[in-house]
């Protein structure tokens, strides 16, 4: 029996990425290419949006290029404080020419921030960023476990095309 997936003579890839950053005091926090209400932020060496750090992740993955961290790498200046939006443009110049994002799902940890207020905004953004309309959220908590509430941390996965 052939199990082979049909894809018309393309390829499909599929990528994960996870990121995860511990919470600090007196920086603003973005997750999803948004900025979040909150009176804390997390510590790196961009403003280390996890969630775009993820995905960036995940669709280098899916096309077998190095992660973020050897392509931004924090021993850098110029990436000091550099916005997780540029970096997911940077990436995106990267697969651009050889292939297309079809699907981003998306599963973050918080235990401190209630995901779903900002569910729909964090969806549009990514949606503009990526240039997809298939994103979906998945806001997760760990029941109150202790250790988990400094930090904030994502998984995702990505489906691209290879044109």
């Not at 393309?10 to 995860?20: R, V």
């Not at 804390?40 to 995905?55: E, M, P, Q, T, W």
């Not at 000091?80 to 110049?93: D, P, Q």
């Not at 799902?105 to 969806?123: A, H, N, P, Q, R």
Request: aromatic letters at 8%.
């Amino acid at each position: 029996m052939n199990y082979e997936l049909s894809t018309n003579n393309s390829e499909l890839l599929i990528g994960i990425g996870y990121d995860c950053h511990r919470i600090i005091k007196d920086r603003n926090l973005f997750l999803g290419g948004v900025k979040i209400d909150a009176n804390f932020g997390l510590k790196g060496h961009s403003d280390a949006d996890v969630v775009l750090h993820s995905i960036c992740d995940a669709i280098l993955s899916a096309c077998g290029l190095p992660d973020i961290g050897e392509l931004f790498p924090d021993t850098e200046d110029k990436y000091k404080n550099i916005s997780s939006v540029v970096i997911a443009e940077k990436v995106l110049e990267k697969i651009s020419r050889n292939y297309k994002i079809i699907n981003i799902d998306i599963v973050l940890i918080c235990d401190v921030v209630k995901v779903s207020k900002y569910k729909e905004e964090m969806k549009s953004s990514l949606k503009k960023i990526f240039k997809t309309n298939f994103v979906n959220i998945k806001g997760k908590t760990t029941e109150g476990i202790k250790s988990f509430k400094e930090y904030i941390q994502c998984y995702s996965v990505v489906l691209v095309k290879k044109k």
